[in-house]
Each structure stands twice: as C-alpha cells, then as structure tokens.
C-alpha cells in the first residue's frame, strides 16, 4: 500500500534474481540498525530508504490496516516538523517521497540530489522515534485511508475477489488479512492504536536503512552513525511471533459474484514453503516451476491453454517466496469466449496433470535460466530496485548472504528439483480455488 | 510549528547539483535517419527507443482499434518464425521487446545484451518490416482485446476515460479509444491490420535513440540495417481537434461505492512561449508534486480523497489542461466544489512569490533526478526528438524554468484558467450533484 497517490507504482516490481555483489557494501551500526550501500556513480542522485520488520501481519487483533494507517501519519510531524513539512522539504530540495506497507514490512523513501542525504537522514531519524499526533490528523487521515480502501479495493471486483481468496487460503495467520485493512476495522482506528503500533515497532535495532546511487559507503557511515546511531535501540522490541498456518487437509472453493465482474475468470493458489535463510533451494524449484508452467508466451500452461485448446485467453502462473511465513503458488485463467468457468479448470487441471507426467522440457529450462543470467545483467540499470531487494530480504527473514546466494542456487536447480517441488505444492486439499464471476452468468 | 524552518532555508542556499552526465551524440547514418546516441559502456546491454509519428489517430474511423490490435500482433510471428517460435528465439536471445500503440505514437522499446546484439536486432527488424499475421495468431489477440474491452465496460475508470474522450474530442480519432469498440474489433479483417501497419510503419516518421554499451558506428550500422527496408512515406497525420469544452458536470451512471472524476479545460501548445509559465502553474495547482494547493485542499485538509492531480496534455492534435480524483459518493460533490474554487482562486489572486520560488526549486532539482538508467534516458531522448527540441535542452531545460517571473505565472493564470470552461465527467453514484446537468 502507498501512501501516496501515484499513477505507477514503481517500488513494488516483483523480485528479480539478485546480481552486482561488487556494488553493494552492509554493516551494522552498535544499536542493531543494518545498513546497505549501492553504489552507483552514474547519475548524481541518491535513494535513501528505511524498512521496518514491521507490517500488517504485526498487526494486533483486531487492529487491521493500523500498520498502513500508521505509514500516513508519519508524514504528519515532529517536534521539530510542521506537520506536512517532511514532504515540503524534499520537494524544495527537488526530491521525491514516499512510503509503503506490506504484510511483513513498512518502508519510507525519498529520491534526491546526492549531496542532500544527511538532510534526509536528519529528517527520517527523526521521525523514527518524535512523532507527535493528534485527533485532527488521525480523522482526516482515516478518511484519506478509507478512500484508498475504496479506490484500491471496493471499486474494483478483481481485489475483492483476491481478499476473499487469501481469507479463505490463510486460516490463522494474518496473512489472511488485507494490508489495508478490513472496512470496518479501519473506520475504528484511533490515535492510541497508531501510537501503540508506532511505540511498540519503530526502533533503530528494527530498521533497515538502505542507501543507494552516488555514495560512498564510508561517507553514508558516518552520516548514519550521526544520526541513527544515537538513538537508543529499543530493549523491548518484542519477537516476532506469528501463528502459523495449521495443516490444510480440505479443499477449499469459494465463487464471488459481482455485477461489476464482465470477465469471468478462475484462480486458485496452493499454500507452499517461502525462501528461508540457508535454506532457499525449494524456493527456487518453485520460482523456476512457475516461470516453466506460466512465466511467459512459451510456457506450458501458455502453450496448452492459449495456442493449443484455445480454451483461453490468458493463463499463467505465480510465486514469490520473499515472504516471513509460508507463501502461496498462484495459478489464474481467463476463459475463452463461450468455454464455461467449469470447463476451463477442468482444462487447467489437465493441464497440470499432463505437465507431472511429461516433466520439463530440457530446452525451456534452459532458455530461462539464460533469462535470469541476464535479468542480473538488466538489473544493474537500476540500483534502487537492488537495494530494495535487501531491504525486503532483510525483513523477510533472508541475510545478506542469502540475497547474493540466490542467483546460483537458481542456476543449480535441477529439472528433478522443480518436479519434486511441483508433486508437494499440487495437493488439491492445500488448495483454494476460487470463480470470479457477474451476478447474471449461470455455469 | 515551524522551528525547523531556518535549518532548511540555510540548506536550501545551497547551489543545485549538476546535471546527469548525460552526453548525447547526434549521428546521421549512412541511410539517412538521425539518431540520437549516449554512449555508456559500465553494463553490457543496449536500449533502443524507436518511435512512428502518428499512431492511433492514423486509422479510419470504421477501423477503430486495428492500430492496437496490428501492434499487438508485431511479436505473434515474422519472417520465417511463427508466433511460438519467435517467442521462443526471443526468450534464447534473453531480449525484451515492447510494442505500444499510443493515440499520436507507435512505440518500440527494445533491450538486448550486447553478446547478441546483432541477433537480438535481427529479430526486432523482422518484426518491424515482415509480421506475418497469421490467422491464428490474430484470432488469439483479438480474443485477448476483446476480452479486456469486456472488462472495461463495468472498470468506473475506463467507463470514465471513454466518456470523456467521447465528449471533448467528439467525432475526432482522439475520440474513439485507443482500442476501440466490441463492434469493431470484431469486423476488423486481416486486410484492415496489413493496410494500417502500411500507414504506421515508414521512414518519414520515425524518431531513434540509443543508450548503453554501442558505439556510433555500431549504432548506425544498427539502425540503418533495422530501417533499410521500411517504406519511405506512411498514412497522412490527422488534423486538430476541436475541443468541446463548456462548464459543467456530465454524470455517467454506475453502480460503485467511489465515484471516479475527470476534468478539463483548454489547455496550451509545448512550443507556446508561455508553455513553461503555465507548466510552473499547473504544478502549484495540482501537478505531480504533493505540495500542491488541490492535494492539500482536498486531501490532507478534508480527507476527501486518496489523491488528486492535474496535468498539462500536450497531444499533436489537441491541448488540455486536465486532472483526476476520486471520491466517496457522499463526498464528491464537496470535491468538486473545492476544485472549482481552487480553479477560480488562482486565476483571481494568482500565486505567491514563495509558491514560485517552492515550485521552481522542486522542478529543476527533480530534473536530473530522471536521467537515472539507460532504458529512462532512452526514452527521454527520443520524447525530446518527438517535441523538436534540441540535444542541448538538457542543459538549458533549468534555465528556462528559472527564467519564468511572478509575472509571467499570474499573467498566464489569467490568460490560460478558464472556469466557465471546466468540465466535470463524473461516473458512479454521487450524491447531491443534479443528474446530467449540461
């Protein structure tokens, strides 16, 4: 979730496998901060970010969206800042700011000339740990956030559909809870829920802090002990506990109907294993297994479902192991003209079925693992997107050493690897399968 | 409140970075197309940028959609390969192409490594200069786009941007959508998508830049062996349009709980000599920036959005001066109201010396922040070709915003802020606005 309104969101692009080792330098300072450097000289510019191991999923019960609802508010002041300032300062310094909240992570950032980062980490170490707030803020801003909800979500059939598929896939994690939040739950936030969040997370020993573009490692230390180091790391940061999913052992389906809904389409998602630090290699026969099965116009499900039978228009397949707790494979179709919602998983699932029998195809996994030798190549135009990448590692569970291990321990997955990690995830009864459809069509 | 502020004003006397070493080459080619090079060998990748003058807008008004879906089609097969065996020799080559259809551009954004430049470039040429478009493969997209146009029918903000287009632009190409209709779509023939890729594609209109790991030579061997055998002259440019802008509200009715709001105004040519004043404006007013006066009146004020913006759009045929927001039904009629207050307000009491001075800081600090890649700079050069600047804007770009004087901004406040033109198309089901007025 963004704070801010923007027409693209350009922070959130799914991982791609990490690359430029030689760009990137970590440390951590004496109060447990962690701090990533990427170099790159090519442009005078600066991205200066802080991620918390913070998210909805922290949330307390009860409290849905406060981890979002929190995001917004630190951009209201300080005790040195006007409420508003924060922003207005970036801008006259003619920079960039922003912010987003994920289930396992909340994230501050701001885009500016290089020679302006002390001022940025002036400015963020502050609002680490002086925010002040007050009724005001918290009723405007609660309907900003109510507003979101209602862009992001309640007008669009599609989020709500995927809210009901995750409810119905997580059981007893909070997982199963949108990041914004649950309506009714929002419209109760209250200042001491922000500020209870707030005390309880926002500490130097439960922060990230990356910096990337047109530093030097050495100078961002001495920035970033000056002002992170002296604050005081929290003694009370409490662990991160979260209940875990209990063993699914029934299918579960559910259809959402929705006037709005013109294009039916059916998705399902299977609950499976996340990248875990020292142990990443099932994570990666899955991501390969959903590049193989749906990751392009060469893929199975592709050349079964669209070139084939022609039972589709659009199939595809899904997974992203950066995650804190268990992670879900995704598999969506989107029926051809005149081919029933039935019809077309009975094709997918056929589909699935023929691909456990043939296995991969030697070829294809070849030409992806060629792709993601270059994606590493592509990867080094962007620094920012390499920096965030260890910002979410890092609050996700991963170390620096997994991100940079990740590359090979994909390039070593065996054809073997992805067919073992396709017969665990296709377990019908760890599954969710869900019909998206208009209130009129009758399957 | 404001106890920080003298830190900052001290900050803020600090002199702007410099820009981006962004050094561009401008280079004719023996085939006789100007291309635009920055040359940077630190990764070993290349991105092209190539863009056809005249895009959608090119297409007769019964053929509504045949740009979109011929463009759709560039990748689906050529040359020799069809369309599976050149998805699968693009995937070996590890090359991404793109292919977009805008309402006044084709563009093509190409990246390849440079270990197979020549192969990667090969391919893209084939599909440029011979797509097959095979049956199969035109029936496959159709269904895609016939699929999607199904979506937007019931998408609050699809119903909204057609029915905008559709009243200002009327029965100019601006005013059919992109990808046009149900009907149309599914009449188009293949004969229809050979005869618009005929009009699209030609030498006369074409704009290329290069950055990354080429040198010149390599870039003009490259560019002439992609362009050799396109046609010289394509489809005649549309004429302007006439804008049907008049103040009021149009309510599309639908079933949603956020009512979902477009407007505009006439807005100003990019070679108009008070381009960069109202650009300055439109800033302070409601563009990009979150300093803006609509932001905070709306938004942070009165919570009665996520976001709003206003923009300044430029088409080759037609100039607006446009914005969005959305907001609760219950709500939105508050919305407008504060934006047609706003819209009055700044043309009756124009803006402050500090908002200029604010806006000016935020626009040419901003600047270099952009050059940040090759595919980005890629782009802006060849957006830069497209409007007729010259190579050297970059380095003048800051002093022409610097140049613009309090004057100039409420001069053209006046000049450009029309509120008795300010329409509002609004979808959804808001409350406490007068059903279709005008």
């Known amino acids: 979730m963004l704070r801010r309104f923007a ?44 991620w918390y191991r913070s998210g909805s999923a922290d949330e307390p019960v009860g409290q849905s969206g406060v981890a979002h609802f929190l995001e917004h508010l630190l951009f209201k002041g300080t005790d040195t800042l006007a409420p508003g300032e924060f922003s207005a300062t970036v801008a006259k310094n003619g920079g960039t700011d922003n912010a987003f909240t994920s289930y396992d992570y909340t994230a501050y950032y701001q885009r500016v000339a290089a020679d302006r980062l002390d001022l940025m980490m002036q400015m963020e170490s502050d609002r680490m740990v002086n925010l002040r707030l007050d009724e005001k803020d918290i009723k405007t801003e609660r309907d900003v956030i109510l507003e979101e909800r209602s862009m992001r979500t309640d007008s669009n059939p599609s989020s709500l559909f995927n809210e009901q598929m995750n409810a119905a896939q997580y059981l007893n994690h909070r997982y199963g809870v949108p990041v914004i939040g649950w309506r009714h739950e929002m419209e109760e936030l209250d200042l001491s829920d922000a500020l209870g969040f707030y005390r309880t997370h926002y500490a130097p020993n439960n922060a990230i802090l990356v910096v990337a573009g047109d530093v030097n490692p050495d100078e961002v230390r001495a920035l970033a002990e000056k002002h992170y180091g002296a604050i005081p790391l929290n003694p009370d940061l409490p662990p991160r506990l979260r209940p ?120 294809q996994l070849a030409r992806i693992k060629k792709q993601l030798r270059a994606d590493e190549i592509f990867a080094r135009d962007d620094v920012s997107e390499i920096a965030s990448r260890y910002g979410r590692a890092l609050t996700q569970g991963l170390t620096i050493k997994d991100v940079q291990d990740w590359p090979d321990i994909l390039q070593a997955v065996t054809a073997d690897d992805i067919m073992a990690a396709a017969r665990d995830a296709f377990d019908k009864r760890q599954s969710v399968t869900g019909w998206l459809m208009s209130d009129e069509v009758t399957q | 409140m404001m106890r920080f502020v003298l830190t900052i004003a001290a900050l803020l006397s600090t002199a702007l970075p410099a820009l981006a070493d962004v050094k561009i080459q401008e280079i004719t080619t023996p085939g006789g197309t100007h291309v635009w090079l920055q040359e940077d060998h630190s990764i070993p990748f290349v991105a092209l940028e190539l863009r056809f003058r005249g895009g959608v807008s090119l297409e007769p008004a019964d053929k509504a959609g045949a740009t979109n879906l011929m463009v759709g089609l560039l990748e689906e097969g050529a040359g020799d390969l069809n369309a599976r065996a050149f998805a699968r020799r693009l995937e070996e080559l590890a090359a991404s192409f793109g292919y977009r259809a805008y309402d006044d551009a084709i563009s093509i954004s ?131 349009a006439a804008l049907n802008l008049t103040k009021g509200i149009t309510v599309v009715d639908f079933d949603t709980p956020q009512s979902v709001v477009m407007f505009a105004q006439p807005g100003i ?133 610097n140049a613009v004087t309090l004057d100039d901004v409420n001069r053209v406040a006046i000049r450009l802020l029309d509120p008795e033109a300010l329409r509002f198309v609004v979808v959804g089901k808001p409350v406490g606005l007068d059903g279709v007025s005008n």
């Open chain 1, 244 to 363: 875990s999913e209990p063993r699914q052992t029934a299918e579960r389906r559910l259809t959402f109907k929705d006037a709005r809904v013109s294009q039916p389409y059916i998705s399902r998602s299977y609950l499976v294993p996340e990248r875990d630090s020292g142990t990443q290699k099932k994570a990666a026969a899955l991501e390969l297994l959903a590049e193989i099965l749906g990751g392009g116009q060469t893929s199975v499900l592709t050349e079964k479902l669209q070139f084939e039978s022609q039972s589709a228009v659009y199939a595809a397949a899904y997974y992203n192991g950066m995650s804190l707790d268990s992670a879900t494979f995704n598999l969506v179709m989107v029926p051809a003209e005149g081919v029933s919602l039935q019809q077309a998983e009975d094709a997918l699932d056929q589909t699935l079925a023929d691909f456990m029998k043939t296995g991969v195809d030697a070829e």
């Open chain 1, 7 to 50: 027409l693209s969101v350009a922070l959130t692009v799914p991982a791609v496998s990490a690359a430029a080792d030689d760009q990137v330098t970590t440390f951590r300072l004496h109060n447990g901060m962690d701090v990533v450097v990427a170099e790159d000289h090519r442009a005078p510019v600066v991205t200066h970010m802080v």
């Open chain 2, 269 to 401: 040519k990019r070679d108009d000599p008070d381009f960069f004043a109202a650009f300055v404006l439109d800033l302070i007013l409601g563009g990009g920036s979150f300093e803006s006066r609509l932001m905070h009146e709306v938004r942070e004020k009165r919570g009665l959005t996520y976001g709003i913006n206003t923009y300044l759009l430029a088409k080759d045929q037609a100039q607006l001066w446009a914005g969005s927001v959305a907001s609760a039904n219950e709500k939105v009629a508050e919305t407008i109201s504060v934006i047609r207050d706003e819209w009055q307000k700044l043309r009756d009491n124009g803006v402050s010396e500090a908002e200029l001075r604010d806006a000016k800081t935020y626009l040419t600090g901003s600047y270099p922040l952009r050059f940040d890649g090759n595919g980005t700079i890629a782009n802006i050069l060849v957006g830069m070709q497209m409007q007729g600047w010259p190579a050297d804007y970059i380095a003048t770009r800051n002093d022409r915003v």
């Open chain 2, 110 to 240: 190409a990246r390849f490594l440079t270990e197979n430049q020549d192969q990667s470039l090969a391919l893209l040429r084939d599909s440029l200069i011979a797509p097959r478009f095979d049956a199969d493969a035109v029936e496959r997209v159709r269904g895609q786009v016939l699929s999607g146009l199904k979506s937007d029918e019931t998408d609050p903000d699809s119903i909204a941007g057609r029915a905008f287009d559709k009243l200002v632009y009327g029965a100019h190409p601006y005013g059919r959508g992109r990808q046009g209709t149900i009907e149309t779509v599914a009449a188009l023939t293949r004969d229809d998508l050979i005869k618009v890729f005929k009009g699209a594609f030609a030498r006369d209109r074409v704009y290329v830049s290069l950055v990354g790991d080429i040198t010149p030579a390599q870039a003009a061997k490259t560019v002439d062996a992609l362009l050799a055998d396109m046609p010289e002259v394509g489809a005649p440019m549309a004429g302007p």
